[in-house]
């Protein structure tokens, strides 16, 4: 059974989240094989997708239309093949897998130190059990190992055990894209995630230096890709378990800190 760590990068337009996703891919490529990070890790294999190679086609019906503008709303997650999207991911991850639970370690203040404490291993330590995501699992199996084959788990170390007693080959798994954390699937799936963020006028200089296909039409930025963008991230900025990144900031810096936040999840 393969261990997989999913680490989700999402952002505003011209953010610089496929900059950086290609830089972590880099990175990890760069590792293969290796010990990364701590001695008891190493790296196995890496895979990126990218939510922008499943805009559907121009002329599907399922896209809709800005009337004002007569042009398509490209900023909604039915402009996105998200089924097959869906279905790309749990074909990379296979039948079998672990999932890493980066959070699985709580710690709590002893009198000179900080101890790790992790508790045993119950039904609800796996994501998929008793959870709207098994129902994803079927949705997007193939069928070739049935429906009750595949076998989903996290990483659960008892009391008596810690990391370092555990040799791992760790794969990862980069998901890139703008919606990804309005999608239920790909939001619950990202054990680590990373939204990069940028102010108004910074993303609008960005986006008009930038040609899309089909082009943006006059008014297409300030009348949806901007009200859109602030309408999807109100529904997860205030989740506790995403990162949230400057894209102001030099790349080489994100770079670096999303590395060290990486590092200390593990």
Not at 68 to 76: A, D, V, Y
Not at 138 to 157: E, F
Not at 176 to 200: R, S
Request: with cysteine; charged share 25%; aromatic share 10%.
């Amino acid at each position: 059974m393969e261990t997989w760590l999913v680490i989700g990068i999402s952002g505003v337009t011209n953010g610089g989240k496929t900059t950086l996703a290609k830089s972590l891919h880099h990175y990890f490529t760069g590792h293969l094989n290796k010990i990364i990070f701590k001695e008891n890790i190493t790296m196995n294999k890496v895979a990126l997708l990218s939510q922008d190679d499943y805009f559907l086609p121009v002329d599907s019906p399922k896209h809709k239309v800005i009337e004002k503008l007569g042009h398509i709303n490209w900023e909604i997650l039915s402009s996105i093949d998200m089924d097959k999207m869906c279905h790309d991911i749990m074909t990379i991850l296979g039948h079998k897998f672990i999932l890493y639970n980066c959070h699985q370690l709580s710690k709590t203040e002893g009198e000179n130190n900080i101890a790790e404490q992790v508790d045993p291993v119950t039904d609800e330590d796996n994501i998929f059990a008793d959870h709207f995501l098994s129902n994803y699992l079927n949705k997007y199996d193939d069928g070739s190992a049935g429906v009750n084959q595949r076998t989903t788990n996290l990483i659960k170390k008892s009391k008596n055990e810690t990391f370092l007693n555990m040799n791992i080959k760790l794969n990862v798994l980069l998901i890139e894209g703008f919606l990804i954390f309005n999608h239920p699937f790909t939001l619950d799936l990202c054990n680590v995630k990373f939204h990069v963020h940028l102010p108004y006028e910074r993303c609008y200089e960005r986006r008009i230096q930038r040609v899309y296909d089909p082009p943006d039409v006059v008014g297409y930025f300030e009348m949806c890709v901007w009200p859109m963008y602030e309408k999807h991230f109100k529904e997860f900025r205030d989740r506790t378990d995403i990162y949230m990144l400057n894209g102001e900031v030099p790349k080489e810096n994100i770079l670096n800190y999303v590395l060290n936040c990486i590092k200390d999840l593990l």
